[in-house]
């Protein structure tokens, strides 16, 4: 069974103060690792998509790096804007030729001006 | 990026209505759709896969009778929930699978809607 693991849950950062986040997972035959951004009371805001060991994405102050085993999104000199719960998820097949996801429970960041 | 929508964004219901939320994709088509709940500080729970011209397909647990799902088209799926009791006020998101080149798919998800019931 596919797994999805976040560390850590909560993460408290100076405003400016970088720091990485990370997604541990466990699939059999990964079609992609996705990183999503969750405001309170709003649905998840697609980040990035990442396919293959190696693989590098950038958006802003954000960058996602993925490796054999684990996904990292790192967060150079964040803003209190930036504060958010960020979730990793992987595919699996659900049938009729589409996808499901697996969610990891999320890391929820706090910027402190 | 690809864009989903939900309507209402909120709703207020009295126990023992129903209520039905929208879900649409806006600039692609969606054979698949797919219904999640959120309770507070909770990560999202599949509640079902909506399919376009099939029967929606149920997580265990999640009762078919009370949460209704239609996929009357490409672009929109539909939740209704029957006869709604206090329990059922809950945030529900929508979401929708975009075909990517690597024959992957990405999901995108709607705003959510607030169901309260009193």
Redo the contacts between chains.
């Keep these: 069974e596919d797994q999805v693991t976040q560390s850590p849950e909560a993460l408290r950062l100076q405003e400016g103060e970088s720091s990485s986040l990370n997604c541990s997972y466990t699939v059999s035959g990964l079609r992609g690792l996705f990183w999503y951004r969750q405001d309170p009371g709003k649905g998840p805001e697609f980040l990035f998509t990442l396919y293959s060991a190696g693989e590098e994405k950038e958006k802003e102050r954000l960058k996602a790096t993925l490796t054999k085993k684990e996904s990292f999104l790192h967060i150079t000199a964040p803003k209190p804007e930036d504060s958010a719960t960020y979730l990793c998820a992987v595919p699996y097949p659900s049938g009729a030729g589409s996808y499901q996801l697996t969610f990891g429970k999320g890391t929820k960041l706090s910027v402190i001006p | 990026?690809a864009v989903?929508s939900?309507h209402p964004s909120r709703v207020i219901c009295k126990s023992g209505t129903s209520v039905k939320i929208e879900c649409r994709s806006l600039d692609f088509q969606a054979?698949?759709m797919?219904w999640y709940r959120q309770f507070p500080k909770k990560?999202?729970m599949?509640m079902a896969?909506s399919?376009e011209g099939?029967k929606a397909?149920y997580e265990q647990g999640v009762e078919k009778d009370k949460f209704l799902i239609n996929h009357a088209s490409l672009t929109l799926s539909t939740l209704t929930v029957t006869s709604a009791h206090p329990e059922d006020s809950s945030?529900y998101?929508c979401?929708a699978?975009l075909r990517?080149e690597?024959?992957?798919?990405?999901?995108?998800?709607?705003?959510?809607t607030?169901l309260t019931v009193t």
Excluded at chain 2, 102 to 112: L, N
């Design positions: 990026g989903v939900q054979t698949t797919f990560s999202l599949l896969t399919n099939s397909t945030f998101i979401s699978p990517q690597r024959a992957s798919y990405e999901q995108y998800f709607g705003p959510g607030r």
